[in-house]
């Protein structure tokens, strides 16, 4: 079983363009409606974030609910997305060294998603 975060956004076409922008990766457009993007998958090295467009998913309530671990291969990879989110969203958890020899930290972005992003040095 392999599960994947399944993100709802309002306008996908952009936000999607925004999510790259942070991690890099190839968008895969799997759903439109004339130009609109409903469905849409960002493939960054062996993982896939799945975004919708609020129309398709229509989400009950922004919030919360539902964290996304993040486990950073690298360190400047790390501190990079720590940057991009911090910068446009809020931090939970500052960046901190945890007692595992790496580093964390609790952002929510933009659009109200929370990431707890790990980067693990050993």
């Keep these: 079983m392999i599960a994947y975060?399944?993100?709802a956004v309002d306008n996908c076409k952009?936000?999607?363009?925004?999510?790259q922008s942070v991690f890099g990766g190839e968008i895969v457009i799997l759903r439109k409606q004339?130009?609109?993007v409903l469905n849409a998958d960002l493939h960054v090295e062996?993982?896939?974030l799945k975004f919708a467009d609020t129309q398709a998913a229509k989400p009950v309530l922004k919030?919360?609910?539902?964290r996304i671990f993040l486990k950073i291969e690298k360190e400047d990879m790390f501190r990079k997305i720590y940057g991009?989110?911090?910068a446009s969203g809020t931090i939970n958890t500052e960046m901190y060294e945890a007692p595992f020899d790496g580093l964390l930290a609790i952002v929510t972005d933009r659009n109200g998603v929370c990431w707890v992003l790990s980067f693990y040095r050993s």
């Design 14 to 19: 952009d936000e999607i363009k925004y999510y």
């Design 5 to 7: 975060p399944f993100i």
């Design 63 to 66: 919030g919360d609910y539902v």
């Design 84 to 86: 991009e989110f911090a």
């Design 46 to 48: 062996n993982a896939i």
């Design 34 to 36: 004339g130009e609109e």
